[in-house]
């Protein structure tokens, strides 16, 4: 899903593109993109941008009037900018906003569509589908620790939900918490003030740096590379791979359908976070350490 360095390089090309641009309407090829019913497309259409905003994950183009386009991409929602009148690409395409200026694509890959435009009157509306979450960025350290001793939860439950923070999700909490050097199940309220100072760095310089390297891929064109996989990722998506730090293995738990990147060498002394649905099954077997844990994989190898 793109997290709050790939919306923001997404919103930075849109502004270049479409600001001061007159909407000319929307060819929507799935019905079920459109979520609202007030204000409806047609009462959008003719009015000029006005301004973009980022609202969490989503992007919000604001139109005279104060009517607003919110797009949720969702996991695999992409944008394509071509040229005036372009037509969506097959199966993938949802929907193609035409401006005076270009066509804006909306593609969803996969069976299952979940990327959503909803629709927006005024500030009120706006916020309507904002959940909530401070903003990760811009926010103070104190506001950070307050909302992060709000509830007690892991910390990259904390980190991922909208209503605490803005923005960040799976990949980009894996690579805050390695480089602040913290379980990514270490409990919110049993942390102390020196370490939530660290995650607080470790969240500003990862989604700034992010930031600055996406744009710097992207220059002056629109963003065709947005995934949550990157080889320059420290934990995220590096299962058995070693860690840029120490070099040990990189290793995961899956949760539901959420799996969570972790190095043990930086992050947990060494020991290794329990997967709930093996753990469950393999109960006192479970290893504890790397040690054991290759141990084990040796003793299964034949001839070791």
């Not at 390089?9 to 309407?25: K, Q, S």
């Not at 959008?44 to 969490?56: L, S, W």
Request: with cysteine; net charge positive.
């Amino acid at each position: 899903m793109p997290e709050l360095p790939d919306v923001a390089v997404y919103i930075e090309a849109l502004e270049a593109r479409i600001l001061g641009e007159t909407f000319e309407g929307v060819r929507l090829t799935s019905p079920f993109l459109l979520r609202t019913v007030e204000p409806t497309l047609g009462e959008c259409t003719g009015r000029r941008a006005v301004e973009i905003r980022r609202v969490g994950k989503r992007i919000a183009v604001g139109l005279e009037g104060e009517l607003w386009m919110v797009l949720h991409l969702m996991i695999g929602g992409r944008l394509q900018w071509k040229p005036r009148g372009a037509k969506p690409p097959g199966r993938r395409g949802l929907a193609a906003f035409d401006f005076s200026s270009g066509t804006l694509l909306l593609t969803e890959a996969g069976t299952k569509k979940r990327a959503a435009l909803h629709l927006a009157a005024g500030e009120l509306g706006l916020r309507a589908l904002d959940p909530g979450g401070i903003e990760p960025l811009v926010c103070d350290a104190e506001t950070f620790a307050e909302t992060l001793r709000r509830e007690n939860h892991t910390l990259r439950r904390s980190l991922t939900d909208p209503k605490l923070f803005s923005g960040i999700g799976g990949a980009y909490s894996d690579e805050i918490l390695h480089r602040a050097r913290l379980s990514p199940l270490k409990l919110t309220q049993k942390l102390d003030d020196d370490q939530i100072e660290r995650l607080f760095e470790a969240t500003q310089t990862t989604l700034n740096e992010w930031v600055e390297r996406l744009r710097g891929e992207c220059g002056d064109g629109f963003p065709t590379k947005v995934t949550a996989f990157r080889k320059e990722m420290a934990v995220h998506g590096r299962y058995g791979q070693p860690c840029p730090v120490c070099a040990t293995p990189v290793q995961r738990i899956r949760y539901a359908a959420n799996e969570a990147n972790y190095c043990p060498g930086c992050q947990t002394g060494g020991k290794l976070l329990a997967d709930r649905a093996m753990s469950r099954l393999l109960k006192q077997d479970w290893p504890r350490t790397l040690d054991e844990l290759e141990a084990r994989r040796e003793a299964r190898t034949p001839g070791a």
